[in-house]
């Protein structure tokens, strides 16, 4: 593989996850199964924190010199005020628009299941490594938890020898940075990172998933796809399965868009 780079502000490595976790994992890989918490917000807890340090909240307020659209501003903050009286108000139902109901499982697959569709069309970069990060974390924590000794984590912490602390901070380095800004609100701070990263978080997601399926169930076709399109895309690092190439061909020397776009072929043709 080629070497990584170095950038970003912090000089830390490009590439990281496909650099320093890939190699030593992906020998082992044999296919199965073919076929973060974010704290829930509250409105109060600012606030609560104001209130002990002496602040009160008396409502919005007006500065003293108003330009001439003076009636404006005021019919603006008397209407930001009933606003904020119907607040608590419970919507009617047509209001309400869909009702979600998901498992754990369901939420990894299918954000999974999204970025996979996502980086095949060729997505915003961003977009598809926070979805693929998300449905990462889920199985990690799922695998862990249920079928620690099947965890493609801890197998790769092993291979790497690193521990869990160094892992993790590898493995989430990019989607913390795209995530959060509490500990870097830098408004010009920069992070670089590869699509190869994104590529492997999502290749271990679907084997900690397939570790995890019960009775009857399988991979998704999105799911199934992508591990023998990964799987041929690092014939420089793996045996792929006969299936794989049968499927893609050797797609390693083959520049990104042509790669991407046998994936997305071969999932619309499997889908259709």
């Not at 900690?208 to 999105?222: C, E, F, H, I």
Request: proline fraction near 7%.
């Amino acid at each position: 593989m080629v070497a990584p780079t170095f950038g970003g502000r912090d000089n830390a490595p490009i590439g990281e996850v496909a650099e320093r976790l890939n190699a030593a994992v992906l020998k082992t890989v044999a296919p199965k199964g073919f076929g973060g918490s974010n704290p829930s917000l509250s409105a109060n807890a600012p606030r609560k924190r104001e209130q002990r340090r002496g602040v009160t909240h008396q409502g919005p307020s007006l500065p003293a010199n108003l330009p001439a659209n003076r009636r404006v501003m005021e019919r603006c903050v008397a209407m930001t005020e009933q606003n904020q009286a119907r607040a608590w108000e419970p919507l009617p139902p047509h209001r309400l628009g869909l009702l979600v109901r998901v498992s754990k499982f369901d939420a990894a697959s299918r954000q999974l299941d999204a970025a996979i569709e996502m980086m095949f069309d060729e997505a915003d970069p961003l977009a598809v490594h926070t979805v693929a990060a998300a449905a990462s974390g889920i199985a990690s924590s799922l695998i862990e938890h249920h079928m620690p000794e099947k965890s493609w984590d801890a197998a790769a912490m092993a291979a790497t020898e690193l521990n869990e602390q160094q892992y993790y901070a590898v493995k989430n380095k990019t989607q913390n940075f795209l995530k959060h800004a509490k500990t870097d609100p830098d408004l010009d701070g920069v992070h670089e990172f590869t699509t190869s990263d994104t590529e492997s978080i999502m290749f271990w997601a679907v084997l900690n998933l397939a570790y995890l399926l019960r009775g009857d169930q399988k991979l998704t076709m999105s799911q199934s796809v992508y591990q023998f399109w990964f799987m041929a895309s690092w014939t420089d690092s793996m045996t792929p399965p006969p299936a794989a190439l049968k499927m893609f061909g050797d797609l390693t020397n083959l520049p990104r868009a042509e790669r991407l776009a046998a994936g997305r072929r071969e999932l619309r043709t499997l889908v259709l």
